[in-house]
């Protein structure tokens, strides 16, 4: 561990921001980081940090991917502009990178990859929750980083969201789905490290799976900083 912890950038909803960040900094705080609030109006430069994360919140536009327009969905153009430009920049810069729900999708998106606007729609076998506590199956990849340094192959995680990863994106590869087939974590298989989970992994900090998911993020994040191998640093993380 560095005596400098590394600084983690946070992007959040200009709406719930507020009360998320605190929650997601003390995750990082535990995993030996410092989190950092981005959001649109504040400063966000990639220099200054170690890692980013992408927080959840509000659905992605689909003019970003080519999408239809659902009458219920709650955009923000202004965070859209934002967390793509974000996330393009820092993996063209080799800054790890953690997609958090809308995180994840816009990881995908930044990548060229589609979503689903409606995905329960899509995969009426996948079990429809809208909560905080555990209540969805998820499986992990075998294989898969997601796999390896969480322990886990199977998961019970919480879900928000109603949009998913449809069409990968480039250099991305699928992490776990749920028990209907859609799409709950996507991840480079090469550095820079970047996954995407579509839960709320600092809800459940409880869970050693889910402390480790942050604890991986951290641990690229010091490799890079002390200009060490990321796939090395990212086993230790086990």
């Given at each position: 561990m ?6 983690i950038?946070?992007t ?9 960040f605190?929650?997601?900094a ?5 995993a030996?980081?410092?989190g ?14 170690d ?10 536009s ?8 659902l ?5 923000d ?8 430009r ?6 063209a810069?080799?800054?790890?990178v953690?997609?958090i729900?809308?995180?994840a ?6 990548l060229?990859g589609?979503l ?14 809208r ?11 075998r ?11 199977e998961m019970?995680v919480?879900?928000?969201h109603?949009q998913a990863?449809?069409r ?5 590869r ?7 087939g ?19 992994p ?7 799976a ?5 604890a ?15 796939r090395p ?6």
């Open positions: 560095r005596a400098t912890r590394p600084r950038a946070v959040t909803s200009a709406r719930s921001g507020w009360r998320i605190p929650l997601v003390l995750n990082l705080w535990v030996g980081a410092r950092v609030r981005w959001g649109t109006g504040r400063p966000a430069d990639l220099d200054h940090v890692g980013l994360i992408i927080g959840g919140g509000d659905d992605i689909p003019t970003l991917y080519g999408g239809e327009l009458a219920d969905a709650r955009l153009p202004e965070r859209d502009a934002l967390e793509r974000l996330a393009e920049e820092a993996l810069h080799g800054i790890p953690l997609g729900c809308r995180g999708q816009m990881l995908n998106v930044a060229g589609t689903h606007a409606d995905a329960y729609a899509v995969f009426p076998g996948s079990r429809r929750t909560t905080i506590l555990p209540r969805k199956r998820v499986r992990a990849v294989g898969s980083w997601l796999a390896t340094f969480s322990g886990r192959d019970t919480n879900a928000l109603s990863v449809d990968l994106g480039t250099g991305l699928v992490a776990a789905h749920d028990e209907g859609m799409v709950q974590a996507i991840e480079r298989p090469e550095p820079p490290f970047a996954l995407g989970v579509q839960w709320h600092e809800h459940l900090f409880y869970q050693r889910q402390r480790r998911i942050f991986a993020l951290v641990t690229a994040a010091q490799a890079r900083a002390e200009g060490r191998a990321a640093a990212l086993e230790a993380a086990r």
